[in-house]
């Protein structure tokens, strides 16, 4: 079979009420395409419906492609498997709800001819969002890029183009905890980016609520920086000379005759002292917690059922 130019990976969790407008406005766009292309849908254990709506795409055209997972295995993993499905000489990733135009990509493909590896779609506004949302997003990238010791670009998402050759460095890429766009920045290669303006959901509810922000957050820090395991050595140093100051006065009270009931300042160094042993403990958890995922080996995903799919096995590294 012939490799297509382009092809598009759409992770899809729970998309049912957008697949109509996103099927439209996909078709319109590729229309227009010049390159041959494919699209790959990876359904991550959606409930609502958007497996079989997708599928009876998927008969319609054979270049509409459908992977679905036997559960939900979250954004990142269902990216990876696209990644893993996907043919075509240059690879785009966006977001099934239409919040990533799917015009942008022509910017995308013709900076890629310029010889760019990778083409990042760069938020210039965000549409549709609460000003906490923005907030702890611009917060998020920039703590971030000083932790990793990695360029991530600011307010970039998963939005991007890659070319093969990082394509196929990704699939080497294996490890469970997975932060897709960090990953793409380490690997390197000439990358670039395209402004978009960043438009609210065309349907449906985010599937992204706080709690899923912060395990995400926790994914990009620790899967890439040893930064918070080197804090346990300031923390000492501070706790260190908190130590020594109380010392220090506790001395000197006792030489000027002063009584010191002890009690207070018994309690503030002990409680001092054992926060910082527990914060810590909790970030050593997080780190061997995640040792213990890796080495158990399992796959990154299942997959239950294929339409039009067949995995590419170009340099394949398994699941």
Known sequence: MNRPTISLVLPVYDEAPVLGELARRLAAFLSGLHESWEV???????????FERLRELCLADQRYRL??????FGHQLAITAGLDYARGDAVVVMDADLQDPPEVVREMIALHREGF?????VRVRREGEGIWKRWSAAAFYRVLRVLVGVPIPL??????????????????????NRFVRGMVAWLGFRQTSVQYVRKGRAAGKTHYPLRRMLRFALDGILSFSTLPLRLAIWLGAGAGVVGIGVAIWAVAAHVAGRTIPGWATIMVAVALA???????????GEYVGRIYDEVKRRPLYVVMDE?????????????
């Not at 307010?155 to 469970?176: H, I, K, P, Y």
Request: no cysteine.
């Open 40 to 50: 790959v849908f990876v359904d991550d254990g959606s409930t609502d419906g958007s």
């Open 307 to 319: 339409v039009n799919a067949e995995r590419d096995r170009d340099d394949d590294r398994g699941a």
């Open 67 to 72: 992977v679905r997972l036997s559960r939900n």
């Open 117 to 121: 590896d990778v083409v990042y779609g």
């Open 274 to 284: 054992s926060s910082a042993q527990l914060m810590m403990t909790g970030v050593l």
């Open 155 to 176: 307010n970039a998402g998963d939005f991007r183009l890659m070319s093969r050759r990082v394509v196929v460095a990704m699939r080497a890429l294996r490890e469970t």
